[in-house]
Nanobody, 115 residues
Framework: QVQLVESGGGLVQPGGSLQLSCEAS????????MSWYRQAPGGERELVAT????????TYGDSVKGRFTISRDNAKNKVYLQMNDLKPEDTAVYFC????????WGPGTQVSVSS
C-alpha cells in the first residue's frame, strides 16, 4: 500500500525555520517527481515545491522561492522541505505527494507561523 507520512511541523515565530520530512512507501519512489503542497486555513491546496528526480531539477512557487529548499534521499524514500524566514502566510497544513498526485493524501503536518 502507498503511504505518505509527513512530520516536522510546529509553531514558529515569523523569521524562524523548520524542516519537514516525508517518508514514502508502497511505490517506486525514484520513478516519480515528488512535491510539497500546502493548504492554508480556508484556502485551496497549492503546490509549493517539486523535485524532478530524473531531470535533477527543483522548482518552487513564487511565494517561497529563496526561502524554501526541497531535497530528497532516494535511498531512504524521503523528501524534505527546509523552510527559512517563515512568514504568517506560510501557515498551512503541508503535504507531500507525487507531482502528479496520488488520489489520496497523507495526514499532513501543521506549520503555524505566528508571533
Amino acid at each position: 500500500q502507498v503511504q505518505l507520512v509527513e512530520s516536522g511541523g510546529g509553531l514558529v515565530q515569523p523569521g524562524g525555520s523548520l524542516q519537514l520530512s516525508c517518508e514514502a512507501s508502497g511505490f517506486t519512489f525514484t520513478d516519480y517527481a515528488m512535491s510539497w503542497y500546502r493548504q492554508a486555513p480556508g484556502g485551496e491546496r497549492e503546490l509549493v515545491a517539486t523535485f524532478f528526480n530524473g531531470l535533477k531539477v527543483k522548482t518552487y512557487g513564487d511565494s517561497v522561492k529563496g526561502r524554501f529548499t526541497i531535497s530528497r534521499d532516494n535511498a531512504k524514500n524521503k523528501v524534505y522541505l527546509q523552510m527559512n524566514d517563515l512568514k504568517p502566510e506560510d501557515t498551512a497544513v503541508y503535504f507531500c505527494n507525487r507531482w502528479r498526485p496520488f488520489p489520496f493524501w497523507g495526514p499532513g503536518t501543521q506549520v503555524s507561523v505566528s508571533s
